[in-house]
């Protein structure tokens, strides 16, 4: 039972210091929490207290604290005699290298960081603060789902969270960091959000448990194995970004900050870049390889031509034959897409393109410029992704490139076949400038494929079949696959030198930053599912 603070002794109610000295004890007694015991056992269990993690993610002192000594008014099943202030949940806002943030943070060691309708109530407090300041919205999960004794009062409290999580949808980044349980139906919000980071080993998110999971299916499973970071960062790209521990992920999320604008309306903070227009760059032309079958890492690629080599990779362990990341270029933040011919010769795919689509829609919605770099030999193809709807799947990528109103640089690598290469912004999808390398191929379909249609009546009948293909490859590379095809027909509006790439780009961006393109009126549209 939580025991309210004693007036101190000796001094009158109508004295001012003694009012004040009773509000400093409420706070002692809200900030320390349920106490020693209860923040010994959440810290055996490798996590931090609330508080502890604001501090982390925070600027030193910058912390505001709104509705501290909120209390909740349920009553039934013990709770009249359990009101502790803050009601398990620490809202407010700081500053994240300079920059205001707002946050919220469950205090597991307060009913397990069940919400409540108090609990509630601050948290949809201080998203509409968010929202009203254009400022993003950060919250730390660690919560044991609704509070049951509250019953249908704590699914509403849901119901106003998710709301307001679609509401501030393109307007100000919101970040779901995932360092305790999240199950049913408080799952969704992480969900609805921009990003969303976990831990290792003390984070999950399922909609059913293990138990649940066994009494329906029989199957046999942990709770990590079913929800933990890795099952989300690697299989169901739930999670954005897995860390080994506390201190690292908070460190990332004020790293991801840094890189994006306050809200819809700004652009992202610019820095100093380390120089005008970075080094020679005459690493790119030993990095990706001129026979189009052997494949190479494009993260070095990424590293050689954004500033200080510096990146962050979204997904990175999720579809991981296409890259999405954000940098900068000449100190502005960039998003990259970029295929990646390590894995799977960088196809798209059902998840590729979905991972892809996103990040773009991201981009445009926070005025972030997008450079996309391709060497795609096109969609993998197979019964699993066909009726797996990689037609409306792939088609979001499409709508998303051709949706975005951010400047666009596409930069043509390698190979760019097929579908795949209109999809991958090319200029007649919008792409405000497009680049490409001497060792380009854009093409319908590959060579061999290419020969084996056309003469396909010559390679029957002639007495030597691999050798007329053989020639035939030769003569269909020759007259629609030189590095200069695109360029003669204006589909590409310059041939560059790898080593120039850098400086190129830095170039067409100061030129594209004040763009500005208006969308037809409407509500919104209706993008493929």
């Keep these: 039972m939580t025991v309210l603070h004693e007036r101190p002794a000796g001094l009158p109610v109508s004295d001012a210091r003694g009012r004040v000295a009773e509000l400093m004890g409420m706070r002692e007694q809200a900030v320390a929490g349920p106490g020693e015991k209860a923040t010994e056992a959440q810290h055996a269990k490798g996590k931090l207290t609330a508080r502890e993690r604001i501090g982390l993610l925070l600027d030193p002192g910058s912390f505001n604290e709104v509705e501290q000594l909120r209390r909740h008014r349920a009553t039934g099943f013990g ?50 603060m968010a929202l009203a300041a ?13 509070r049951i004794q509250e019953g249908v009062s704590a699914l509403a409290g849901y119901g106003g969270i998710f709301q307001r999580n679609t509401k501030a949808s ?18 969704y919000s992480p969900a609805l959000t921009d990003f969303v980071f976990m831990v290792r080993d003390t984070s999950q998110m399922f909609i059913t448990g293990p138990d649940v999971v066994r009494a329906v299916t029989g199957e046999e499973i942990t709770q990590n194995g079913l929800g933990g970071a890795d099952v989300h960062a690697e299989t169901s790209g739930v999670c954005h970004f897995a860390y080994d521990d506390e201190e690292t992920c908070l460190a990332e999320v004020r790293y991801l900050l840094s890189l994006l604008p306050a809200n819809n309306r700004e652009m992202p903070p610019a820095v100093t870049g380390p120089d005008a227009v970075g080094g020679s760059g005459d690493a790119l032309l030993d990095l990706v390889p001129v026979d ?48 990646q011919p390590q894995s799977l010769a960088g196809v798209l795919d059902i998840g590729a393109s979905e991972k892809a689509a996103r990040f773009v829609q991201f981009c445009d919605a926070f005025n972030i410029p997008i450079v996309t770099l391709l060497d795609v030999p096109g969609f993998l193809p197979g019964v699993d992704q066909e009726h797996g709807g990689i037609i409306r799947h792939g088609a979001k990528l499409l709508y998303a490139y051709c949706n975005a109103t951010v400047p666009r640089i596409s930069l043509i690598l390698r190979k760019a076949y097929g579908g795949a290469y209109i999809v991958m912004d090319s200029q007649s999808i919008g792409a405000d400038l497009t680049y490409a390398w001497p060792t380009n191929e854009i093409a ?23 050798a007329m293909r053989a020639r035939m490859v030769k003569e269909y590379k020759a007259e629609l696959m030189h590095p200069y ?16 790439t850098r400086e190129v780009l830095i170039r067409s961006l100061a030129m594209l930053r004040n763009k500005h393109a208006d969308l037809p009126s409407r509500k919104h549209g209706n993008p493929p599912q």
């Design 485 to 500: 095809y695109a360029a003669e027909r204006g589909l590409v509006d310059d041939v560059i030198d790898p080593a120039e």
């Design 170 to 187: 393109g307007v100000i980044p919101q970040v779901s960091v995932m360092l305790g349980p999240c199950a049913g139906g408080a799952a």
């Design 134 to 146: 254009g400022a993003p919205l950060v919250s730390l999960n660690d919560g044991a789902g609704a």
């Design 444 to 466: 319908v379909m590959g060579a061999e494929g290419a020969a084996n249609v056309i003469f396909r009546r010559q390679i029957a009948a002639a007495e030597d079949p691999e």
């Design 292 to 339: 189009g079958n052997r494949p190479y890492d494009m993260t070095k690629v990424i590293e050689e031509i954004v500033d200080d080599g510096d990146y962050l990779e979204v997904h990175e362990r999720w579809a991981r034959n296409i890259v999405c990341a954000l940098a900068r270029l000449d100190g502005h933040t960039v998003g990259i897409v970029a295929n």
């Design 79 to 128: 709770l009249e005699t359990k009101r502790p202030y803050t009601d398990g949940v620490i809202t407010g806002w700081g500053t994240v290298e300079g920059r205001t943030v707002f946050v919220y943070a469950h205090d597991f060691r307060i009913f397990g960081g069940a919400l409540g309708e108090a609990h509630a109530t601050k948290i949809h407090k201080i998203m509409d």
